[in-house]
Nanobody, 123 residues
Framework: QVLPVESGGGLVQAGDSLRLSCAAS????????IAWFRQRPGKEREFVAG????????YYADSIKGRFTISRASPKATVYLHMGSLKPEDTAVYYC????????????????WGPGTQVTVSS
């Protein structure tokens, strides 16, 4: 069973950039689509961005469109979430997930989750 593992979180200031990584626990993700979600304090888990198995198609939540970019060089490659112009409201635990359609914004559609990585943006 291939599970996602996130890394790259940390404490940054508003306006800074950060890159999160999502790697497979063993082997590669293969042709599975990957999606990033986040859970802000006191909020439900919400969709951030998704990328297809090939890396050729992406989908973004309106709240981060234009500031975040999801990338994947190939089905075997690590998936990245490049986050720019960070705001305090981006503070959350960011989760990588697989096992469902990359464009599906419903967290219940995902079958495998990583442990998450904390991103804190100070004002």
């Amino acid at each position: 069973q291939v599970l996602p593992v996130e890394s790259g979180g940390g404490l940054v200031q508003a306006g800074d950039s950060l890159r999160l990584s999502c790697a497979a626990s063993t082997g590669t993700f293969g042709s599975y689509g990957i999606a990033w979600f986040r859970q802000r304090p006191g909020k439900e888990r919400e969709f951030v961005a998704g990328v297809s198995g090939s890396g050729g198609s992406t989908y973004y939540a309106d709240s981060i469109k234009g500031r975040f970019t999801i990338s994947r060089a190939s089905p075997k490659a690590t998936v990245y979430l490049h986050m720019g112009s960070l705001k305090p409201e981006d503070t959350a635990v960011y989760y990588c997930s697989t096992g469902g359609a990359f464009w599906n914004t419903d967290a219940r559609s995902r079958t495998h989750w990583g442990p998450g990585t904390q991103v804190t943006v100070s004002s």
